[in-house]
């Protein structure tokens, strides 16, 4: 088929009766939780990290960015090698890769073994994560997406939850003297356990054409990611060079060589890793735009978020964990409301409302701060964590089906693999941004006494951007589509047949 058809051609439905596609769903949820978990145990656990391993604030923003950076540079990749290789073999390398660099980070012995490992952990993430979406949307047929969207909602309200009190609890107990390191260790047997399950019971599946692995895509897509990211992150410590912002203008101009690349190998060989005519889908651009913009708002969050709690109030890490429950909490009920109940009655208007309240949730949380200072409690908090949850829950899950929703099967790889690249990439940048709108308002130097009240200062500085960054996020809104096409009456029956000559998807015990 070609690219010029995708709006038109649609792959059947997957069977309804096989039993074994809940089995691997739970697999596969799996992975995406340990996946989540991994990035917000590392979170509660960095002030503990830093004191323990002496690490700089750099290195610090590294073992975080490290990983962003690795996994949005091999995201579209890795989409590709599952829709060219096969979907579970890729999940299967990614899931036993994951497990060992795990390992690695567990028995790193200094800040740069942690911050190499991180970055090998955020590669194998990049091959695991994008087959979550691709088997999801390769093995359930529409109407049962929404269903199956509402148990991942769930499944990422459930990760934020445990990675802040795991990470707290693992970090806080100093298991046999380990302090820090069971957060990573703690991934080894569910690795394991999740690769002799998901070789049993995850059905393989691979795009309906053989397609070849794109390498100069590769190459230059992750160049342009580099040539963005690398000075955003280092830029602070450095003094802002001059080569940092020539770097980033070069990146525009690297980006705009893959697109023009990317076109003339579609129209060539109908095989690019970047399948350009998905932007031609509205849904699917614009939920793109928003999917950038919202990971730069949570990078920002959630960094000077645990520094605050942890170093600006003197916090436990146990404290700060159980501090951020209700937050979590919020985000999974919302979350699983949001799918099943609000947005095949509401549509896009769910989204938008989500937007909003997280952005008063915000706006609650900066007037606290400034009002109680260094003596704010656990429970004033409670009430603008529980707003921007919600806020949070009504956008996570219906978001990815919103994008996902008019996106023909044979390209799910691709596209999941582009969702997760900009959700990523704007994560890393906001992690970047940490450097302008946190440590850009504190000094180098600091007494002793000054440092809970400057990061007082620099948490409240960070949630105003956090809140202009949200409402941007509720205009883009405007572009997605009123309701998913799955939601649009009689569309879940009426997908069309396959074009001339196109074949089913393959799918192979």
């Not at 956008?395 to 969702?419: K, Q």
Request: hydrophobic share 55%.
């Amino acid at each position: 088929m070609h690219s010029t058809d995708i709006a038109h051609a649609r792959t059947p439905e997957p069977a309804t009766g096989d039993r074994r596609r809940w089995f691997a769903l739970a697999i596969v949820m799996t992975a995406a939780f340990m996946d989540l978990v991994d990035v917000t145990i590392v979170n509660i656990a960095v002030p503990s990290i830093q004191r323990d391993e002496g690490a700089t604030f750099s290195q610090i923003q590294w073992i975080t960015a490290g990983y962003a950076l690795a996994f949005a540079a091999g995201l579209v990749t890795g989409g590709r090698l599952g829709d060219i290789h096969g979907r579970k073999r890729v999940f299967l390398v990614g899931i036993g890769g994951f497990t060992v660099a795990s390992a690695l980070c567990g028995l790193a012995v200094n800040p740069e073994m942690l911050v190499a490992s991180r970055i090998l952990q955020g590669a194998m993430a990049a091959l695991m994560v994008p087959q979550v979406l691709s088997i999801v949307h390769a093995t359930f047929p529409a109407h049962e997406r929404g269903k199956v969207f509402g148990l991942f909602g769930a499944i990422v309200g459930l990760g934020a939850v445990s990675g802040p009190l795991l990470g707290a609890l693992l970090t806080e107990g100093n298991l046999f003297g380990l302090e820090w390191r069971p957060i990573f260790l703690i991934n080894l047997p569910v690795g394991v356990a999740a690769l002799v399950l998901g070789s049993r019971f995850i059905t393989e599946s691979k795009a309906p054409r053989a397609l070849k692995l794109d390498l100069p895509g590769v190459a230059l897509v992750t160049l342009a990611l580099l040539m963005l990211l690398y000075p955003l992150t280092r830029g602070r410590e450095l003094g802002w060079p001059v080569w940092g912002y020539v770097s980033m203008a070069g990146a525009l101009v690297v980006f705009a060589a893959l697109v023009a690349y990317e076109r003339a190998k579609g129209a060539r060989d109908g095989s690019p890793l970047i399948e350009l005519s998905l932007f031609r889908v509205k849904s699917f651009a614009a939920g793109i735009a928003v999917q950038t913009v919202f990971g730069v708002g949570l990078g920002v969050f959630f960094l000077v978020w645990t520094l605050y709690m942890q170093i600006g109030l003197g916090w436990s890490a146990l404290r700060a964990g159980l501090t951020g429950v209700p937050f979590s909490v919020a985000v999974s009920v919302a979350a699983g409301m949001s799918v099943q109940q609000l947005v095949p009655r509401f549509g896009r208007k769910v989204l938008q409302a989500g937007a909003l309240v997280m952005a008063a949730g915000v706006l609650i949380y900066l007037a606290e701060a400034e009002r109680y200072g260094l003596g704010i409690t656990s429970w004033q908090m409670a009430l603008p964590l529980v707003v921007m949850g919600a806020g949070m829950g009504l956008i996570v899950a219906p978001l990815t089906d919103a994008v996902l929703s008019e996106v023909p099967r044979e390209h799910a790889g691709s596209a999941s693999g582009l969702i997760n690249t900009v959700q990523q990439m704007g994560h890393a940048l906001g992690l970047g941004l940490v450097s302008v709108v946190f440590f850009g308002v504190i000094d180098e130097r600091l007494a002793p006494a000054e440092v809970g009240p400057a990061f007082v200062d620099g948490f409240t500085h960070a949630l105003g951007w956090v809140a202009a960054v949200l409402g941007a996020i509720f205009l883009l809104m405007f572009a997605l589509p009123k309701r998913p096409a799955q939601h649009v009456e009689g569309a879940a029956d009426a997908e069309e047949a396959p074009a001339a000559g196109e074949k089913e998807p393959e799918l192979v015990s």
